[in-house]
T-cell receptor
Framework: GAVVSQHPSWVICKSGTSVKIECRSLDFQATTMFWYRQFPKQSLMLMATSNEGSKATYEQGVEKDKFLINHASLTLSTLTVTSAHPEDSSFYIC??????????FGPGTRLTVL | KQEVTQIPAALSVPEGENLVLNCSFTDSAIYNLQWFRQDPGKGLTSLLLIQSSQREQTSGRLNASLDKSSGRSTLYIAASQPGDSATYLCAVVGQAGTALIFGKGTTLSVSS
């Protein structure tokens, strides 16, 4: 149990386009999901906390108008990178909290912006 | 602000050695601590979760300890194997339901 999926696993897009990444908890309901970003050879940095039915809470320095997060159901959160640029190229990973104790991570999405 | 530090940043050992990875955190008021494994270009695999009230957790050849008062955790890997080669990440949760704060990881290479 406690499986989290992400789609797509990788995406290449042109500069200026928007990309949507989905995070799904497959076998449990997640009231809270988290989005992290990892640059090469760096650790994971929290971008935002997403609660079902409410607006996401963004970390300092993360542009909420650029990284749109929607948590419309207890099993799905989406991250849309709007008007992507090469500096947005990164590894995006989501996690879902089944209870307050543990988070389960998706396999990540590799975004490359040309 | 919580900060997590992992030492060493990289480690190379021959197969069969026992090894210890270190993790320290600046704020001892944590809810739990987790150790993860990350293979190159891949997501995270959870290894061990230690609640703040616990002192250690064991899974197979892995043993993680937690000394909350001193802000330290160690991950002990027994009889290392080439398949253990990966980056090991330590992360803490400050309060229940909040995000994990990660260290930069220790990249382990086990040679056969």
């Amino acid at each position: 149990g406690a499986v989290v999926s992400q789609h797509p696993s990788w995406v290449i897009c042109k500069s200026g386009t928007s990309v949507k990444i989905e995070c799904r908890s497959l076998d449990f309901q997640a009231t809270t999901m988290f989005w992290y970003r990892q640059f090469p050879k760096q650790s994971l940095m929290l971008m935002a906390t997403s609660n079902e039915g409410s607006k996401a809470t963004y970390e300092q320095g993360v542009e909420k108008d650029k990284f749109l997060i929607n948590h419309a159901s207890l099993t799905l959160s989406t991250l849309t990178v709007t008007s992507a640029h090469p500096e947005d190229s990164s590894f995006y990973i989501c996690s879902a909290s089944r209870n307050l104790d543990e988070q389960f991570f998706g396999p990540g999405t590799r975004l490359t912006v040309l | 602000k919580q900060e997590v530090t992992q030492i060493p940043a990289a480690l190379s050992v021959p197969e069969g050695e026992n090894l210890v990875l270190n993790c320290s955190f600046t704020d001892s008021a944590i809810y739990n601590l987790q150790w993860f494994r990350q293979d190159p270009g891949k997501g995270l695999t959870s290894l061990l979760l230690i609640q703040s009230s616990q002192r250690e957790q064991t899974s197979g050849r892995l043993n993680a300890s937690l000394d909350k008062s001193s802000g330290r955790s160690t991950l002990y890997i027994a009889a290392s194997q080439p398949g253990d080669s990966a980056t090991y990440l330590c992360a803490v949760v400050g309060q229940a339901g909040t995000a994990l704060i990660f260290g930069k990881g220790t990249t382990l290479s086990v040679s056969s």
